[in-house]
């Protein structure tokens, strides 16, 4: 009977190995950054168009026909220049041709009439414009009219511009229109020859800015109602309660929790629990 016993476990062993000794625990690779403080700002974007300061209307002083256009289209005029005249169609008395003159100096950018077209005292002829005189405008939305204030720089992108034009407010109006919840606001470039009017594009300003500190979302971990980070502190992670701000491009700002020159994880390859060992993995030197 033992030796059927002896038999029996050899077998067994041979069949089914040897039973396997625990190995050694596999601790969490983890990949840090460092907390860093560095300027933070929102980025605040508006459609911007082009036009003329100058931009003044010639209208009919009498009733009567167009006589005569001195000045056609595209024509620089003086401020006082004859654009044209009209001639009164008075049966009975004949009239000189009444002069419309120029408000302005610039140059004729609309003729809404033509030789021998009737017109009625009032209705508007001609537009002249200046277009080395140029201003842009923006439409603000209600909530960042406080933002925006006059003397504030921002860039402009437009198409047909290579580079970014650089923009100041001048003035921002306090009425804001309940139809669109915006409110109008003027800005000057200082580059002549680069924009025309009537051209459109867009206009971005760095507002709010401030010393902070972000970091990015997928290092935030959460635990009900509070938010945390995992810190790494003297070989183990250390679950560090924050609070956070604002979120900008996959960033979060932490407003109090952290410290300059601490080490948080960024990711890891299994979950890490509070206080557990893990081995920091060092970022790999960038490919020439």
């Known amino acids: 009977m033992k030796h059927l016993i002896a038999t029996f476990l050899v077998l067994s062993n041979g069949l ?7 190995g050694p625990e596999k601790t969490p690779i983890v990949y840090t950054d460092s907390v860093k403080s560095k300027e933070l700002f929102d980025t ?4 911007a168009r082009v036009t003329p300061s100058v931009n003044a209307s010639l209208l009919s002083d009498a009733d009567g026909i167009v006589h005569k256009i001195f000045a ?4 620089p005029v003086k401020k006082g220049q ?7 169609t008075d049966p009975v008395y004949d009239y000189a041709p009444l002069a419309v003159n120029a408000p302005v100096t610039g140059v004729v950018s609309g003729i809404e009439v033509t030789e021998g077209s009737r017109v009625m005292k009032g209705q508007k002829l001609a537009t002249i414009i200046n277009p080395k005189d140029l201003k842009i405008v923006i439409e603000v939305s209600a909530y960042d009219v406080a933002t925006l204030q006059p003397g504030m720089a921002g860039h402009l ?6 580079k970014p034009v650089d923009v ?3 003035g921002v109006s306090p009425f804001v229109d309940p139809a669109t919840g915006s409110a109008t606001a003027e800005l000057r470039a200082n580059i002549d020859g680069i924009l025309a009017p009537g051209m459109v594009g867009r206009i971005s300003f760095k507002a709010r800015q401030h010393a902070g500190v972000e970091i990015p ?9 509070e938010t945390f980070i995992r810190l790494v502190d003297a070989g ?8 956070v701000g604002q979120s900008r491009r996959g960033m979060v700002e932490v407003l109090k929790g952290v410290e300059e020159g601490q080490s948080f994880i960024v990711r890891s390859n299994s979950f890490v629990s509070d206080g557990e060992k893990v081995t920091v993995q060092e970022p790999e030197a960038p490919k020439s």
């Open 16 to 22: 089914f190995g040897a039973p396997e000794k625990p």
């Open 44 to 47: 605040l974007t508006y459609p």
């Open 72 to 75: 056609p289209l595209g024509r």
């Open 82 to 88: 004859r654009v044209l005249t009209i001639k009164n």
């Open 157 to 162: 992108t437009a198409y047909g511009v290579e």
């Open 168 to 170: 100041k407010i001048v």
């Open 217 to 225: 979302e997928s290092a935030i971990s959460y635990r009900g109602q």
């Open 236 to 243: 183990k992670a250390k679950f560090q309660k924050i609070e």
